[in-house]
């Protein structure tokens, strides 16, 4: 199937847009501020025991609503070695939640046992703040049998048991074995998505737990869709990502197939009704080519999947695709040969992508044939179907000045608002290896900005290291959220400090309060954004004095025109109201639009991510 793509008008008003950026970008670097959380010496929820320095801590993930879950290894428990676990939730200015400890007993006998530390996204949390996590137990009536669990809590009093090992897996004759780390999302009752070991094989299913209701989605040796074999097994290194709104999930699997290697890889979507292929190798590949192996699925609120593809022939190499929900035909963000959107060398490999609600694709890149050879070969992108926007290039002065971009984290951030979260090594720094290293936050308004750089000073201690962006977020591992806020454990030299900041630009605009820029510049803001509707549009026509002729109007991504907002003359500065509606007065479906804006002189375009149905 063809991929939409924008009018030949609309294209050029995007071009035009995207020519205009950089007058609407702030000139003046961007400074974070780091908020605590939770710190060295502060007391445990409960008051028995305190936290500790920074390795005590795991790694956090925070929700919309600013609230971080964190594991942590006490000290001063009353009960030593035995209770010193932790897994709490956390709000700057408010009481800590305690969601999990070590030896805290189940209704059912036995105990939470040790390990509720420092596993990769063991933990999750969506935004009504429910965590959820795999656990291992002891003491349990059946000893080695029924040793291990899901769960998710709120906090005290809270508890759900979502599947428990021993018990007899849904769809199966065999019991549960194993549990690999959970996903959540953000419905009523919260939906949790995880691998289970079922038998002696593991993993052997997908299942999604709605409080006590567990449903099999997607297992070993079920049929494939198409007729061409069948599942062999799951790509368990990443876990079944979990749709925001929707007990549907997209998972990697190997396949049984009827045609060798070349079509034994599939990225399917499971739900309870069935599995569908979102790309197989062997089947056509948006922009050209086949696929080979699609891997590393993450799927929005759209129901979209972004994933990292190989293409054959091997020559052709890998890129970057969209594919499995609104975007008809699926869409080719990037691939191997594709010049960088600077023209400084070709893409050569990538990262596995992150994916925000508006269907923008954030990833690191390495790239050939640049004009710094090994100095300028790797960069931070966001891109759609679109356009392609470079983020970040390795040897750029960083915004804080005091050095240059020497290479970037494997993963990357993205929230709703399309703001693109990274972490980078540095070079040419003052302070040599105290200050070489950075966690950046990239706005389409207002640029680059610091949010916390190895040699920062936080409340009289000098920042020594830090750690955030450990995984990709595959449903409630979320390390920025949709207020551009973002968080990590800092280590900070000397005793006491160490803890969980969330960190935030100031000067960075927010999802529902965009920067105010030069009026000579020009400015277009939408707000909220995503949202249901009604959307609050603002700007400011570049020179903003007198009254100019002027044209907003709202298009599909097929560059149709599906509202006509305002047609006549108008001063320099304003608003208008779109209710998500069509010309029609009918709501139209959640989705990608596009406000555009025209004058005599100018034209420029903002994107508006409708979320409502």
Same mark, same amino acid.
């Given at each position: 199937?063809?991929?939409?793509? *924008?009018?030949?008008?609309?294209?050029s008003?995007?071009?035009t847009?995207?020519?205009?950026?950089p007058?609407?970008t702030?000139?003046?670097?961007?400074h @974070?501020?780091?908020i605590?959380?939770?710190?060295?010496?502060?007391?445990?929820?409960?008051?028995?025991?305190?936290?500790?320095?920074?390795? /005590?801590?795991?790694?956090?993930?925070?929700?919309?609503?600013g609230?971080?879950?964190?594991?942590?290894? *006490?000290?001063?428990?009353?009960?030593?070695?035995?209770?010193?676990?932790?897994?709490?939730?956390?709000?700057?200015?408010?009481?800590?939640?305690?969601?999990?400890r070590?030896?805290?007993? *189940?209704?059912?006998?036995?105990?939470?046992?040790?390990?509720?530390?420092?596993?990769?996204?063991q933990?999750?949390?969506?935004?009504?703040?429910?965590v959820?996590?795999?656990a291992?137990?002891?003491?349990?009536?059946?000893?080695?049998?029924?040793?291990?669990?899901?769960y998710?809590?709120?906090?005290p009093?809270?508890?759900?048991?979502?599947?428990?090992?021993?018990?007899?897996?849904? @769809?199966?004759?065999s019991?549960?074995?194993?549990?690999?780390?959970?996903?959540?999302?953000?419905?009523?009752p919260?939906?949790?998505?995880? !691998?289970?070991?079922?038998?002696?094989?593991?993993?052997?299913?997908v299942y999604?737990?709605?409080?006590?209701?567990?449903?099999?989605?997607?297992?070993?040796?079920?049929?494939?869709?198409?007729?061409?074999?069948?599942?062999r097994?799951?790509?368990?290194?990443?876990?079944?990502?979990?749709?925001?709104?929707?007990?549907?999930?997209?998972?990697?699997?190997?396949?049984?197939?009827?045609?060798?290697?070349?079509?034994?890889?599939?990225?399917?979507?499971?739900?309870?009704?069935?599995? /569908?292929?979102?790309?197989?190798?062997?089947?056509?590949?948006?922009?050209?080519?086949?696929?080979?192996?699609?891997?590393?699925?993450?799927?929005?609120?759209?129901?979209?999947?972004?994933?990292?593809?190989?293409?054959y022939?091997t020559?052709?190499?890998?890129?970057?695709?969209?594919?499995g929900? /609104?975007?008809?035909?699926?869409?080719?963000?990037a691939?191997? &040969?594709?010049?960088?959107?600077?023209?400084?060398g070709?893409?050569?490999?990538?990262?596995?992508?992150?994916?925000?609600?508006?269907?923008?694709?954030?990833?690191?890149?390495?790239?050939?044939?640049?004009?710094?050879?090994?100095f300028?070969? /790797?960069?931070?992108?966001?891109?759609?179907?679109?356009?392609?926007?470079?983020?970040a290039?390795?040897?750029?002065?960083?915004?804080?000045?005091?050095?240059? !971009?020497a290479?970037? &984290?494997?993963?990357?951030?993205?929230?709703?608002? @399309?703001?693109?979260l !990274?972490?980078?090594?540095?070079?040419?720094?003052?302070?040599?290896?105290?200050?070489?290293?950075?966690?950046?936050?990239?706005?389409?308004?207002?640029?680059?900005?610091k949010?916390?750089?190895?040699?920062?000073?936080?409340?009289?201690?000098?920042?020594?290291?830090?750690?955030?962006?450990?995984a990709?977020?595959?449903g409630?591992?979320?390390?920025?959220?949709d207020?551009?806020?973002?968080?990590a454990?800092?280590?900070?030299?000397?005793?006491? @400090?160490?803890?969980?900041?969330?960190?935030?630009?100031?000067?960075?605009?927010?999802?529902?309060?965009?920067?105010?820029?030069p009026?000579?510049?020009?400015?277009?803001?939408?707000?909220?954004?995503?949202?249901?509707?009604?959307?609050?549009?603002?700007?400011?026509?570049?020179?903003a004095?007198?009254?100019?002729?002027?044209?907003?109007?709202?298009?599909?991504?097929?560059?149709?025109?599906?509202?006509?907002?305002?047609?006549?003359?108008?001063?320099?500065?304003?608003?208008?109201?779109?209710?998500?509606t069509?010309?029609?007065?009918?709501? *139209?479906?959640?989705?990608?639009?596009?406000?555009?804006?025209?004058?005599?002189d100018a034209?420029?375009?903002?994107?508006?991510?409708?979320?409502g149905?």
């Amino acid at each position: 199937m063809k991929v939409h793509a *924008l009018s030949a008008r609309l294209a050029s008003a995007l071009a035009t847009a995207l020519a205009l950026a950089p007058l609407l970008t702030n000139p003046q670097p961007a400074h @974070g501020a780091a908020i605590p959380v939770a710190r060295d010496g502060e007391a445990a929820p409960d008051g028995n025991g305190v936290y500790g320095s920074y390795t /005590s801590f795991g790694d956090p993930c925070l929700n919309d609503a600013g609230q971080v879950a964190f594991s942590a290894r *006490l000290t001063g428990t009353a009960g030593g070695t035995a209770d010193d676990e932790v897994i709490t939730r956390a709000r700057a200015g408010a009481p800590d939640t305690s969601i999990v400890r070590e030896g805290e007993a *189940l209704p059912i006998g036995g105990a939470f046992a040790s390990g509720l530390h420092f596993v990769t996204r063991q933990y999750v949390m969506n935004n009504g703040g429910r965590v959820a996590f795999a656990a291992n137990l002891t003491g349990t009536p059946g000893g080695t049998t029924d040793n291990a669990g899901m769960y998710s809590s709120e906090g005290p009093g809270t508890l759900i048991q979502h599947a428990r090992k021993g018990t007899t897996a849904p @769809g199966f004759a065999s019991p549960f074995a194993s549990f690999y780390p959970p996903q959540i999302n953000n419905q009523v009752p919260a939906n949790v998505s995880f !691998f289970a070991g079922v038998g002696t094989t593991g993993p052997g299913a997908v299942y999604v737990a709605a409080a006590t209701t567990l449903t099999r989605l997607a297992y070993g040796g079920q049929l494939m869709p198409d007729g061409n074999g069948s599942i062999r097994q799951f790509y368990d290194t990443d876990p079944p990502a979990l749709r925001p709104n929707s007990n549907e999930v997209a998972v990697m699997a190997w396949l049984w197939s009827n045609n060798g290697t070349l079509d034994d890889g599939g990225l399917l979507k499971a739900r309870p009704a069935g599995i /569908s292929i979102v790309a197989r190798g062997g089947n056509p590949a948006p922009g050209g080519g086949i696929y080979d192996n699609p891997w590393g699925p993450v799927i929005n609120i759209l129901g979209n999947a972004a994933f990292l593809a190989t293409r054959y022939p091997t020559s052709d190499g890998e890129g970057i695709y969209l594919a499995g929900g /609104s975007v008809i035909g699926g869409a080719r963000i990037a691939v191997k &040969g594709q010049a960088a959107p600077d023209h400084n060398g070709t893409f050569a490999s990538f990262q596995h992508p992150s994916l925000s609600a508006g269907n923008l694709v954030s990833f690191r890149a390495s790239l050939t044939g640049t004009a710094g050879g090994g100095f300028d070969d /790797s960069g931070i992108y966001r891109g759609d179907s679109l356009i392609l926007i470079q983020v970040a290039r390795e040897d750029e002065p960083v915004p804080e000045g005091g050095g240059r !971009f020497a290479s970037f &984290g494997n993963v990357t951030g993205i929230n709703a608002a @399309g703001q693109v979260l !990274f972490t980078a090594n540095l070079r040419g720094t003052p302070g040599g290896s105290g200050d070489d290293y950075g966690l950046y936050l990239w706005d389409e308004a207002d640029g680059l900005c610091k949010l916390l750089r190895e040699g920062d000073v936080i409340d009289g201690r000098t920042v020594a290291d830090f750690s955030t962006l450990g995984a990709r977020d595959y449903g409630g591992y979320r390390c920025l959220n949709d207020a551009g806020e973002a968080v990590a454990r800092v280590d900070l030299s000397g005793i006491g @400090g160490d803890g969980v900041y969330i960190l935030t630009c100031p000067a960075t605009a927010a999802v529902t309060a965009p920067a105010p820029v030069p009026p000579a510049a020009g400015w277009l803001g939408v707000a909220p954004n995503p949202g249901t509707g009604p959307f609050r549009l603002s700007y400011v026509l570049p020179g903003a004095a007198g009254v100019s002729p002027l044209e907003v109007s709202v298009h599909d991504v097929a560059g149709r025109l599906v509202r006509a907002l305002f047609s006549g003359e108008a001063i320099g500065r304003g608003e208008l109201t779109w209710d998500g509606t069509g010309d029609g007065g009918r709501p *139209l479906p959640r989705g990608v639009y596009f406000l555009r804006l025209m004058t005599p002189d100018a034209t420029m375009v903002r994107r508006i991510v409708r979320i409502g149905s």
